[in-house]
């Protein structure tokens, strides 16, 4: 008694993609929820007070960071004076609309601000603010 196996027909390996559509919506969900936006953070700096103030559009200004100890931050990094003209250089020929915005510390020394500003003078990079924390008086409007 002999048994007979026939194999007559072979099935292909398939890849089910049925359900493909679904994982696809829920790792963009995902990536959604769980992405952060880093926001630049330089360094710590207390902001001198003033009583008005005006918005500029993010993607024009470029921030330079000094505390009260005279550290000098751009993008994050940490720079000397002499690397600052250089580095604005590029970036005004990238961006000829570029704002400079200084976001000093209130007890930085002027020294050093006024080192900073020769460097953007140099690498002409004259579209300059200071950035401030706008003090609120009960008695005046904005």
Same mark, same amino acid.
């Not at 330089?42 to 024009?60: D, H, I, K, M, Y």
């Not at 976001?103 to 300059?128: C, H, I, Q, W």
């Given at each position: 008694?002999?048994?007979?196996?026939?194999?007559?027909?072979?099935?292909?390996?398939?890849? *089910?993609?049925?359900?493909?559509?679904?994982?696809?919506?829920? !790792? =963009? +969900?995902?990536?959604?929820? /769980?992405?952060? #936006?880093?926001?630049?953070?330089?360094?710590?700096v207390e902001l001198?007070?003033?009583?008005?103030?005006?918005?500029?559009?993010?993607?024009?200004?470029?921030?330079?960071?000094?505390?009260?100890?005279?550290?000098?931050?751009?993008?994050?990094?940490?720079?000397?004076?002499?690397?600052?003209? *250089?580095?604005?250089?590029?970036?005004?020929?990238?961006?000829? !609309? =570029? +704002?400079?915005?200084?976001? /000093?510390?209130? #007890?930085?020394?002027?020294?050093?601000?006024?080192?900073?500003?020769?460097?953007?003078?140099?690498?002409?990079?004259?579209?300059?603010?200071?950035?401030?924390?706008?003090?609120?008086?009960?008695?005046?409007?904005?």
């Amino acid at each position: 008694m002999a048994l007979d196996f026939n194999r007559t027909a072979k099935k292909a390996p398939q890849i *089910p993609t049925s359900s493909m559509g679904d994982i696809v919506f829920l !790792l =963009l +969900i995902f990536f959604m929820v /769980t992405t952060v #936006f880093r926001k630049e953070t330089g360094l710590p700096v207390e902001l001198p007070r003033a009583e008005a103030g005006e918005e500029v559009q993010r993607e024009l200004v470029a921030n330079i960071y000094i505390d009260r100890n005279g550290r000098i931050s751009v993008d994050d990094r940490l720079l000397e004076v002499k690397h600052i003209a *250089p580095l604005f250089r590029q970036k005004v020929q990238e961006n000829t !609309l =570029l +704002i400079v915005s200084f976001k /000093t510390d209130r #007890f930085t020394p002027y020294g050093t601000v006024s080192d900073v500003m020769e460097a953007l003078k140099e690498a002409n990079a004259v579209r300059v603010l200071f950035q401030n924390d706008i003090e609120i008086n009960p008695g005046r409007k904005l």
